[in-house]
Every structure is written in structure tokens, then in C-alpha cells.
Nanobody, 123 residues
Framework: EVYLKESGGGSVQAGGSLRLSCEAS????????MSWYRQALGKEREFVSV???????RYAESVKGRFTISQVNDKNTVYLQMNMLEPEDTAMYYC?????????????????WGQGTQVTVSS
């Protein structure tokens, strides 16, 4: 079992910045992706960004150029630096880890979610 704890959410005005953190506790001995998703009120959860074990990153089009994902592997922590925030970024932000584990029979995948941290951007 891997537990994820997000922090860093809050309320800011449009144009402001926030940095979200997600710390994973528990055994992580597999290759993994750590991602951020968000869910606005009344909408479906959507992908924001992902970073893999090698540091490769990918972003949703809506946040490219404004958000930056990074990680500290030895601390099992991933960050999401969010700049130039817009009211449309208002949502609950969730951290997710996907584990890709080698087992005798081949590979077994797991995923875990955090509880989320609220980001509110006012105009």
C-alpha cells in the first residue's frame, strides 16, 4: 500500500502562483509515474501532468507553459508549480502514483490516489 499526501493548495487571485506537493509513503521499489489530476465542481476528473521515473514529463494543453512538474526521487515527492493561475484552474487537485512492478510472472501494475488539495483562483 502506498499513501499519498497532497499539500499546498489555497486561494489566490488570477495571475498568482501556488506550489503543490505530493509525498508518497510506503514501499516504492518499482518504476513509477506520478501524476496530477484535477476535478472542478460538476466536471469529470481530468489529467494535468505526469512525470516518470526517468524525469520525462507531459502536460495537458490547458496548462502548458504555466505549470511545471518536478520530483525528488529519494524523497518520493512530486511538485506542481502553478504560475499565471486562471479562474478556470479552480479545482480539487489529486496526486496519483502508477507503479509498474516486475514480478516472477512478468509485470504487475498498481495505482493509488491521494485525498486531494483544493485550489481556488478568483478573478
Amino acid at each position: 500500500e502506498v499513501y499519498l499526501k497532497e499539500s499546498g493548495g489555497g486561494s489566490v487571485q488570477a495571475g498568482g502562483s501556488l506550489r503543490l506537493s505530493c509525498e508518497a509513503s510506503g514501499p516504492i521499489h518499482c518504476r513509477h509515474d506520478m501524476s496530477w489530476y484535477r476535478q472542478a465542481l460538476g466536471k469529470e476528473r481530468e489529467f494535468v501532468s505526469v512525470i516518470d521515473s526517468d524525469g520525462n514529463t507531459r502536460y495537458a494543453e490547458s496548462v502548458k507553459g504555466r505549470f511545471t512538474i518536478s520530483q525528488v526521487n529519494d524523497k518520493n515527492t512530486v511538485y506542481l508549480q502553478m504560475n499565471m493561475l486562471e479562474p478556470e484552474d479552480t479545482a480539487m487537485y489529486y496526486c496519483k502514483i502508477d507503479l509498474f512492478c516486475a514480478v516472477p510472472s512478468g509485470r504487475k501494475d498498481f495505482n493509488f490516489w491521494g485525498q486531494g488539495t483544493q485550489v481556488t483562483v478568483s478573478s
